[in-house]
């Protein structure tokens, strides 16, 4: 079944201690995401791909980076982890027409900050 | 701006009982509408969609009407069950957006007891 797939599911890393969180999908989308989710608040967009176009939230630490050799891969890269950026970490992709389509999410990958 | 809300929680019912999660969004352009269920541990799964005023989507016994006149996508189902337990988002994406970027509401967290 094509899908969205995040890995790993479960992230620990040091204070301070860069990580990277991967995302792949078979579906072909064109619009990739990276939303951030505490405690089951809604989730919030940090940053998308439309193709190879990147788009930054505005509110967005200058610590989150993402990149997306591919179509089908997206990182994101945390350079330096603080506490407060435990959190899951969702990926989701969809077509880039336009707004009839939904979002396509993956599992997530749950941060944990030592 | 787009913005979406949607009745607090937790949502506490027994099993069978019927199960209303209310809804209403503002948006400038003609958004379509969806309910994302995220069961716990996992990612978001598109539950229901509707792209156009007076469409109902439907799954799993969830439906939704979309209603233009009074700006409401409400989530209901006719007999709730344990496993029916999760949180649940109600979200817009505007058609005048490329990429179908999501507004979601607050969450609704449900839960079924036997």
Known sequence: DAMVIQNPRYQVTQFGKPVTLSCSQTLNHNVMYWYQQKSSQAPKLLFHYYDKDFNNEADTPDNFQSRRPNTSFCFLDIRSPGLGDAAMYLCATSRGQGGTGPQHFGDGTRLSIL | ?114
């Open chain 2, 1 to 114: 701006g787009n913005s979406v809300t949607q009745m607090e929680g937790p949502v506490t019912l027994s099993e069978e009982a019927f199960l209303t999660i209310n809804c209403t969004y503002t948006a400038t352009g003609y958004p379509s509408l969806f309910w994302y269920v995220q069961y716990p541990g996992e990612g978001l799964q598109l539950l229901l969609k509707a792209t156009k005023a007076d469409d109902k989507g439907s799954n799993k016994g969830f439906e939704a009407t979309y209603r233009k006149e009074t700006t409401s996508f409400h989530l209901e189902k006719g007999s709730v069950q344990v496993s029916d337990s999760a949180v649940y988002f109600c979200a817009l994406s505007d058609h005048n957006n490329a990429g179908n970027m999501l507004t979601f509401g607050g969450g609704t967290r449900l839960m079924v007891k036997p």
